[in-house]
């Protein structure tokens, strides 16, 4: 029997006759660009966000995902880096970027005649603390996986049965979510998270943060992966490899990886 919660997002897609999909190649925004695309057929559209706000392997991947699934698709070069509310770098500065964003997307979307504009958030995403909603109320986006209630693990696990290789991808989010609140988001800065978390990356790690101090990193990965951090040659690679990018100390986030994690510094601030 096929889940009640795919069937509804089926039946709303089909509904809505067209659509693009703002697509990052992610877990969530490939379940629904798979999904659209058996739903619309030749009337969905993939567009993938390009900016120094994200790894250049991503746009990469999500184009060689949009021609499995035989979807069009394009790149549009986001300029939330020219918009000086973002690069301030206030608790709203998600907000601001999802703004910049979606008024581009909308804007292809009219010029490509198609009717709605859909983002990949689920519901859980619903939960948390995300600016970036109000822009998307703002501008009338529709997240018709949250629509119909579809969990982060309810998306991998049906993924995974539709043999999507993303299932079991990890979380990914703009590099900017490195950088404490209110600290000046640069391009050098960005730059050198992007590199950063390559570098670790290529170390064997796979969830992974890199949060930027300015002169200090603070590193997050999995609980599981905090053995292979500290081990004594990979420790050593990892000390002699990001103060090559320029920081003073390197830290390990004993708590591990968790999304939302400069997040918690708004919540101490608000319960003193």
């Known amino acids: 029997m096929k889940n ?18 703002a697509f990052s190649g992610g877990v969530d925004s490939t379940f629904l660009l798979k999904v659209a695309s058996r739903a619309l057929g030749d009337s969905v ?5 390009s900016s120094p706000i994200h790894f250049p392997y991503e746009v990469k991947e999500a184009k060689e995902l949009a021609r499995a699934f035989r979807v069009r698709h394009i790149t549009f070069h986001s300029r939330e880096c020219e918009n000086k509310d973002f690069i301030k770098n206030t608790i709203d500065r998600c907000y601001y970027c999802k703004k910049e964003l979606f008024k581009g997307l909308k804007r292809i ?16 995403d619903l939960e948390s603390f995300r600016p970036g909603k109000r ?3 703002e501008l009338g986006i529709r997240s018709p996986l949250a629509e119909v209630g579809l969990r982060k693990e309810e998306i991998r696990k049906l993924s995974r049965e539709l043999g999507l290789p993303t299932w079991d991808r990890p979380s ?22 992007e ?4 570098f670790l990356k290529g170390l064997g790690l796979k969830e992974l943060r890199l949060r930027d101090y300015g002169d200090t990193a603070r590193i997050e990965v999995n609980p599981k992966e905090i053995r292979i951090l500290v081990k004594e040659d ?4 990892v000390i002699n490899g990001l103060k ?25 601030t608000r319960s003193r």
Do not use: H, W
């Open 4 to 21: 009640k919660k795919l069937k509804r997002l089926e039946e709303n897609l089909k509904r809505m006759q067209s659509a693009l999909v």
């Open 45 to 49: 559209m993939a567009v993938t966000s």
């Open 109 to 124: 979307a009219r010029e490509n005649d198609l009717k709605f504009v859909l983002d990949g958030s689920n519901y859980d």
């Open 135 to 137: 822009a998307l109320r």
């Open 172 to 193: 990914q989010t703009c590099l900017a979510t490195r950088i404490p609140y209110r600290e000046r988001i640069t391009r050098k800065r960005l730059e050198r998270i």
């Open 195 to 198: 590199k950063g978390e390559e």
């Open 234 to 237: 990979i420790r050593k690679k």
């Open 244 to 268: 090559r990018l320029g920081y003073t100390y390197v830290s390990c986030d004993l708590e591990g990886y968790r999304s939302g994690s400069m997040d918690e510094a708004l919540t101490s």
